[in-house]
């Protein structure tokens, strides 16, 4: 826990020298998702223990360089989920586990994530009208969980078993972002992604604009980078 916090507090570190050295662009946005738990997640070793679904929503600051087409990206993301019920019945078959019922020491699984990535713009130099404005994001970083853990009793009222989750996890989330709507200032995209804590997500994204002073093809904005 101790080395990820010291990582957490380099990459911040990093990115903070690399605005102050360039005197990088900086913008703002939002999303919201839906998180689809996999196999891997509806597992006890997973980040939250047998995920099924969620929500989340957070915010992201990015820094845009005065050249070329990567960006670095700092995001601060809240997810709320539920459990898989049928996961944890499975998990004490397959382990052997005697039980009469189970609890959850915590109700839902939730926490929240902090990670930093390179945002890479896909086909830079595209001429194509058509194409949308794509970019993407490889997210790694920490998450901070409520630490829900699983026990199994018989007839006492001490488990017979316990299933314990991590209160910090390393946690990496890819994702695909693509430009829907165009405003004059902003831009809502459109993401998808697949992270090991929540599976499978789609949602929205709202973004300043990222315009640097150059010519684009896919942008009507005077000076979106190419």
């Not at 789609?202 to 904005?221: H, K, Q, S, V």
Request: aromatic share 12%; glycine share 6%.
């Amino acid at each position: 826990m101790k080395k990820l916090k010291i990582l957490i507090i380099a990459t911040l570190f990093v990115q903070i020298q690399m605005y102050s050295q360039t005197k990088t662009k900086i913008t703002f946005g939002g999303n919201a998702a839906y998180h689809l738990g996999t196999s891997a997640q509806q597992k006890e070793n997973s980040p939250f223990l047998f995920f099924k679904n969620g929500q989340s929503a957070g915010i992201d600051l990015t820094l845009i360089p005065k050249t070329g087409t990567i960006r670095y990206k700092l995001a601060i993301d809240y997810i709320i989920g539920t459990n898989d019920e049928s996961a944890v019945t499975t998990y004490a078959k397959e382990n052997n586990i005697e039980y009469v019922n189970y609890k959850f020491t915590k109700s839902n699984p939730n926490g929240f994530s902090i990670m930093a990535s390179p945002q890479f713009m896909l086909f830079p130099k595209s001429k194509s009208k058509k194409l949308p404005l794509m970019w993407l994001d490889l997210k790694v970083g920490a998450l901070f969980s409520n630490q829900q853990n699983v026990q199994y009793f018989l007839e006492q009222t001490t488990p017979n078993a316990e299933i314990k989750s991590n209160a910090v996890n390393f946690a990496y989330n890819p994702t695909v972002v693509i430009n829907v709507i165009q405003a004059k200032k902003f831009f809502v995209n459109v993401k998808a992604s697949y992270s090991n804590f929540g599976g499978f997500g789609i949602g929205l994204n709202i973004t300043e604009m990222d315009c640097m002073g150059w010519p684009c093809f896919r942008c009507p904005a005077t000076g979106c980078v190419p």
